[in-house]
C-alpha cells in the first residue's frame, strides 16, 4: 500500500475522517512511501500548532511517534533518488496541459510508480485526480 503524506498524518491526528485511514493502512500487508513524507508529516504536524488545532506538546509527541514508527519500519520509506527524480521529469513532460500537479504529489505519484505500485492512498484531491497520469489508480477510505 503507497501512502502519500496527507494520509499518513491522519494515521496520527485525530480528525473526523481518521478512523478509516487507519483502518485501512491498519489492513495493509506493507506501507510504503517516499522519504519526503518525513518533511511533509512534520510540517503537517507544525501546521496544525499554528492553526490551532493542537498544542506544541503533542504536535512533539506526534513528531515522536512518527519518527519511532519510522525507525521500526513501519513505514517503508522510498528514497528520493535520481532514477525517481528523472522519471518524475519526464512524466512531467508527457502531461496534458490541464493536468494540475505540484511537485511532493508528482513525487509521491512517481515514488509510487517506480516502486511498482498500482495504488496510491490519498485523500489529497488533487493528488487523487493526477494519478491516472502516472498510471495509478487513487483511492480513499
Given amino acids: 500500500m503507497y501512502i502519500d503524506s496527507a494520509y499518513l498524518a491522519k494515521f496520527y491526528l485525530n480528525e473526523p475522517d481518521s478512523a478509516p485511514v487507519r483502518q485501512a493502512i491498519a489492513a495493509a500487508a506493507t506501507r510504503v512511501t517516499s522519504a519526503w513524507a518525513m518533511a511533509e508529516v512534520t ?3 507544525h501546521r496544525k500548532v499554528r492553526e490551532g488545532m493542537i498544542d506544541g506538546s503533542h504536535c512533539s509527541q506526534l513528531i515522536d511517534a512518527f519518527g519511532e514508527d519510522v525507525e521500526t519500519e513501519v513505514w517503508m520509506l522510498i528514497p528520493i ?11 512531467l513532460k508527457s502531461l496534458p496541459d490541464r493536468a494540475f500537479v505540484r511537485a511532493g504529489d508528482a513525487l509521491h505519484l512517481t515514488t509510487a510508480m517506480d516502486t511498482g505500485e498500482r495504488e496510491i492512498w490519498s485523500n489529497d484531491r488533487h493528488l487523487l485526480a493526477a494519478a491516472p497520469y502516472f498510471g495509478l489508480i487513487g483511492r480513499s477510505a
Avoid at 525517481?84 to 512524466?91: D, G, P, V
Wanted: aromatic share 8%; charged share 15%.
Fill in 43 to 45: 510540517c503537517t504536524f
Fill in 81 to 91: 533518488t535520481q532514477r525517481i527524480l528523472l522519471r518524475l521529469t519526464a512524466a
